[in-house]
Nanobody
């Protein structure tokens, strides 16, 4: 079992930046690919970005060039650097390590 705790969400104006963190604990040896998802009110949870153990990344088109996913395998922490934020980025952001392991989510609100 892997425990995931997100932090770093908040309220920011359009064009601003935030950095989300996801700290992993527990059976971390089992973690390979990690990812960030988000869920806006009334919408389905959607993939934002993923990163493999070796650092290969993948982004959904709407965040390419604005968001950067990274991980520190020594600190067992994953990050999502978000720049150029838009109101449509407003959502609860969740991290996952696969195998049904999810964090509790952190709210990101972007005002226009």
């Amino acid at each position: 079992q892997v425990q995931l705790v997100e932090s770093g969400g908040g309220l920011v104006q359009a064009g601003g930046s935030l950095r989300l963190s996801c700290a992993a604990s527990g059976s971390i040896f089992s973690i390979n690919t990690m990812g960030w998802y988000r869920q806006a009110p009334g919408k389905q949870r959607e993939l934002v970005a993923t990163i493999s153990w070796l650092g290969r990344t993948n982004y959904t088109d709407s965040v390419k060039g604005r968001f950067t996913i990274s991980r520190d395998n020594i600190k067992n922490t994953m990050y999502l650097q978000m720049t150029g934020l838009k109101p449509e980025d407003t959502a609860v952001y969740y991290c996952t390590s696969g195998a049904g392991n999810w964090g509790q989510g952190t709210q990101v609100t972007v005002s226009s």
